[in-house]
């Protein structure tokens, strides 16, 4: 070796034990579904099959809420606080126990990098149900009157960006005001939510308390549609969030939406610059750029536009592209076909629309779904990539000349789900926050979460905020 | 990357001290949540297999082998050279370490010691090591000293009284001076170059990294040969954040000025993965070009054997004890 190239450094698989088929989990069992029918989850770095998963049908999803509202009515609701408190402590253990595992298995489905997976994601979904835990028996001061009650039954519906992550946003929260759930994973990443069950059955969680169901779109509606349901949660496309907001008009069922974005990174010419290209870096090519609150639109002070393009094209070349569980890799593979195929499609219309595209040389693997990290330069407003949620490693890059035009700039969308400020000048971030409609600004970083810190967005990124106070405010309500 | 500095404007920068004070005041600033999160992402790479054979090796040819204190002996730097020069004496494989790091009144000793033409080069600090806190007049002639005892390369100090004070100018001409000392008097030895100049910041003073980044281009503008992290006498001394943020500097002021700069963490890198993870650091920072013990190098003394200790690991597959690595 005359340069010092990394040698592979794979974590191992040994520590996870992925069985051949997955039943559903209701009322604290694993069971076949009605009608017998399954789908393949795959492995998005090699196209293996890692297992067949019990798809989902009207009558299955109504035996979950079944199990779902029995539990309620007659163990979970009746629990003081305190108890519940502490069996979401007791999974928060489990999981930490068990992080490795987690971990390993997130990146084996999802496809994200092992760095993440294991020094992100597990790390946070222990964090959010220490958090939640410690709600439980301080309901009276969330906010939500003297004796605020659950809802009863929640449908949740979870995306596969961050699939262990956006099942713990969904059900330490509701656990703690003392609902119980039904959560459907993603069609592509349900194996973490299962081993999940698995921690269930493990802390000795009451039967019926969370029950997990897994199938396609068709499950995910006739959950969140079905009367059983008191209190609807869903992360994923504005396209699917109108259809639920469509479904639950009128009726009693109360919703919470987490949605697309098309954040704006605003790079103001006084930013620490080194630290604002690895926050570019970070907020759209962190987990492949399968974030909704990926910050895909760089704005960039005319002033310093050449020399930060400059700084994060030489940055872009050090990206370590490649398998998911190499220790050492940056950017993992795209979930799936489907995903690869929208973002392939945006990036062919970026070029026919005259942006100029650029990405650092890298070698793909040959078998997997694998999109290299993507600059998108000359980007206009009138753009598609612009506009619309690639989410994917794809970056547009615009220019502005005043905090006002930047201002302007990063509301013009129909998102507001985040937005970056890089600047020095504490009153600068104070007067863009004012103004940037978006539910998270991140000052001089990006892509941080919190388990205290509500998130969520405004206007087609959604309604209703997961996270800290905020989060516990939407399972409950005040008394009536 | 600043856009690239001719000699007119180069040397209207170093022309006043208020030139040089909006010129370093100018740099972009350094985050400190950012820089450190960026160091911190770095030390997790894994470095495995043939890539850590790799790495340890390197990181035994660009160690500084170091003694500094008032109690060295001639016996013990005689022994220190011997190592320098075969770290393992069991293994002709092992590569020789960059130099051995002395006082003035040793180098002399430590010259004799390693031979004439030894590829072990032989530093010595100087300008009042390690707080710099003589006059000016005396650091020249420390400095004048030890180059004429054949030091290769002065390990200077800053005077971070002035830095601090934002007496830069002061600092830039005390750096100046040192550089100009280190030119070797004609014919009193080989190349007529002169000693290299190492330029210690003591970043463990320097307290925010916004001054780490400004002093760095200080001492590279007054110039520097090396910019060094630490005395080892004060707590902290090298930190990754730190050297991350002096790979940047050297990294930029090359793209700049289109001189290269070299980089010396010291003190506090003991072990074979911190040693790793500063390689990891300038791999992914300034780039596999400083990769090179002309222009990075180690500050350290327990480092060696821990590294020659993992080195026989990975070829034999067992840990020898202690007893196995000689003393330094």
Known sequence: MTKFEYAPAPESRAIVDIKSSYGLFVNGEFADPVDGSSFKSVNPATEEVLAEIAQAGHADVDAAVQAARRAYDRVWSKLSGRDRGKYLFRIARIIQERARELAVLESIDNGKPIRESRDVDIPLVAAHFFYYAGWADKLRWAGAGPDPKPHGVAGQVIPWNFPLLMLAWKIAPALAAGNTVVLKPAETTPLTALLFAEICQQADLPPGVVNIVTGAGETGRLLVEHPGVDKVAFTGSTEVGKQIARSVAGTTTKATLELGGKAANIVFDDAPVDQAVEGIVNGIFFNQGHVCCAGSRLLVQESVYDETLARLKRRLTTLRVGDPLDKNTDIGAINSHLQLARIRELAEVGEAEGAQRWSPECELPDRGFWFPPTVFTGVTQAHRIAREEIFGPVLSVLTFRTP??????????????????WTDKGSRI????????????????????????PFGGYKESGYGREGGRHGLLAYLKAED | MLSALDDARLSDITSSEASLRRFLHGLPGVDQVGAEARAAMLATRSIKTTAKQFAIDLAISMIDLTTLEGQDTPGKVRALCAKALRPDPSDRSVPRVAAVCVYPDLVATAKEALGAGSDVKVASVATGFPSGRTSLAVKEADTRDAVAAGADEVDMVIDRGAFLAGRYGQVFDEIVAVKQACARAH??????????????????????????????????????????????????????????????????????????????????????????????????????????????????????????????????????????????
């Open chain 1, 404 to 421: 006002a035009e930047a201002v302007e700039k990063a509301n013009n969308t129909p998102y507001g789900l985040s937005a970056g400020v």
């Open chain 1, 430 to 453: 104070l007067w863009m926050s004012q103004r940037l409609r978006a539910g998270v600004v991140w000052a001089n970083t990006f892509n941080r979460f919190d388990p205290t810190s």
């Open chain 2, 187 to 328: 014919g009193a030895n080989d190349d007529g170059a002169g000693a290299h100049l190492k330029v210690i910041l003591e970043t463990g003073e320097l307290a925010t990294y916004d001054n780490v980044r400004r002093a760095s281009w200080l001492a590279m503008l007054a110039g520097a040969d090396f910019i060094k992290t630490s005395t080892g006498k004060v707590v902290p001394a090298a930190t990754l954040p730190v050297t991350l943020v002096m790979l940047e500097a050297v990294r930029d002021f090359r793209d700049a000025i289109g001189r290269q700069v070299g980089v010396k963490p010291a003190g506090g890198i003991r072990t074979s993965k911190d040693a790793i993870r500063y390689l990891v650091l300038v791999n992914e920072t300034a780039g596999e070009d400083w990769l090179d013990p002309d222009w990075f190098r180690l500050g350290a003394s327990s480092l060696l054997n821990d590294l020659l200790m993992q080195r026989q690991k990975m070829l034999t597959g067992r840990y020898a004890g202690p007893d196995y690595f000689t003393l330094d």
